[in-house]
Structure formats: C-alpha cells, structure tokens
C-alpha cells in the first residue's frame, strides 16, 4: 500500500481529476490499495480554495473556531468530489473524514497540533476497499470540533497517514516536476533533482515557496518515510527523497 496526496492545482477541474484518478489506477494495480489525500480545489481567488473560503467574512479574524470549520470544506468538497467522480469510474472507495481519519488534536484553531491517531476505521475501510480518501489539513478534537493543522497541512496528513500504516511511499503530485536546482521562472538553467535526501528537502523547505510543509518533512525524517514528488499527470520520475 502506498499514499498519494494530491495538491491544489491537481484537483483543480475535472480534466486535472481525471489524470489524478489514473494515478489512483496505477497505485492500486501495483500496491493493491492506496490511501488518497487531496487539498481544496485550486489556488487564491479561485472560490473553493482555503484562502477564498477564509476570506468569506472578515469577522473570521476574531472567531478561529468558525473559521477552521469553513477552513476544513475545502478539503471536504475536494475529497467527496473526487469520491463521486472515482466511482462513477467503477473505482470503489470509502470516505474517512472526521472521527473516520483517525487524526485528534488539541483545540489550538487554525494550527493545531496532533495529540493522538486511530487507524480503526480506515482499517476496516481497506478490508472493503482498495481506495480510502482522507481529506487534508484537518483534525478534530476529542469533542469533534473541526480543526485544521496549519498552511500546507495536507502534507502532514499524508505523512501521518504513512506512518500509522507504515506505507512503502507517499507519492506527493504537485504542479512541479519535482525539487528544482533552482526556481525555474528565476533560472531558466533550473534541472530536476533526481534523489535527495530529507535534509536537503528540509532546506528547500524554509525557503520561500515550500514544496512541502515543514513539519511534514520533519515527521517523514523522524520515521524514514520515502518520498516520490512527482507533477500530477505525468509519468516522468520526479524526484525521490530518503
């Protein structure tokens, strides 16, 4: 079993779906199951991204609860969009979305920290289906309240997801080729890096457009989860990390 997660721009529309649900296809002929997780739909200014959704009403600023749980839709609409289009494609799957992923936090709203993990239900899922979607960037307290888990916290739920079931690999498809020499609209002379290791990930990490969350390499380190970045839709290696 592996993990892919699938960011922003991959769950996009319809068409960009389309080829995140081939990858889907792939993983499941070549590990049997596969746990999906994706981010909201699109970037800033498109309307069900995080940031359109937390920009709705200016009083989100003073009520973080609220706006964590208008925060976590994103997610939700990507993962259950995403579910619907995989089977009408006769690809059986299973959403787990609160108490179902298995993710509990503190209540500290708008970056919460993991206090503990279940894997029952996904568990019970995997026995039923080869397809489990988890939406990202999300928790829930102990009393079921909406969390989310900071900017690019869907790639610590992928993360997360590989560790409590020790997975071969998290496949991360992005918009990218892979971690770049360089960033290519500054350097045109920019190449792909084949392998890297997480301390070199780490690094590209602090800069200024991470193409991971930091906490989400961290956690891979600590538990030497390999890493397959690689640009949705393609099937040119990418970049490995270990």
Not at 13 to 25: L, M, V, W
Not at 66 to 85: I, P, R, T
Request: net charge negative; hydrophobic share 40%; charged share 20%.
């Amino acid at each position: 079993m592996i993990v892919q997660k699938f960011g922003g721009i991959a769950m996009r529309d319809e068409k960009s779906r389309a080829a995140c649900i081939q990858h889907i296809k792939d993983a499941i002929r070549l590990h049997n199951s596969v746990i999906v997780v994706v981010s909201a739909m699109g970037r800033a200014g498109e309307p069900y991204s995080t940031d359109s959704l937390i920009h709705l009403s200016e009083a989100f600023k003073s009520a973080p609860e609220a706006q964590d749980l208008a925060a976590s839709c994103g997610e939700l609409l990507a993962s259950s969009v995403l579910a619907a289009e995989l089977i009408k494609e006769q690809i059986p799957c299973q959403l787990a979305y609160g108490i179902h992923s298995g993710l509990f936090t503190d209540d500290h709203f708008g970056n919460a920290t993991i206090i503990k993990t279940s894997t029952q239900y996904i568990e019970e899922f995997l026995q039923q289906v080869p397809c489990v979607i988890v939406p990202g960037f999300q928790g829930i307290t102990t009393n079921h309240r909406f969390t989310t888990l900071g900017r690019g916290g869907s790639d610590l739920t992928a993360i997360l997801m590989a560790v409590n079931f020790r997975v071969k690999m998290v496949e991360f498809y992005k918009d990218v080729p892979g971690v770049m020499t360089d960033d290519p609209k500054l350097n045109k002379e920019a190449s792909i890096l084949k392998e890297i290791s997480y301390a070199e990930l780490a690094s590209h990490c602090i800069k200024g457009h991470p193409i991971l969350q930091k906490k989400a390499v961290d956690l891979a380190t600590t538990h030497q989860i390999p890493l397959h970045i690689r640009q949705f839709g393609s099937s040119d290696e990418g970049t490995i990390v270990r």
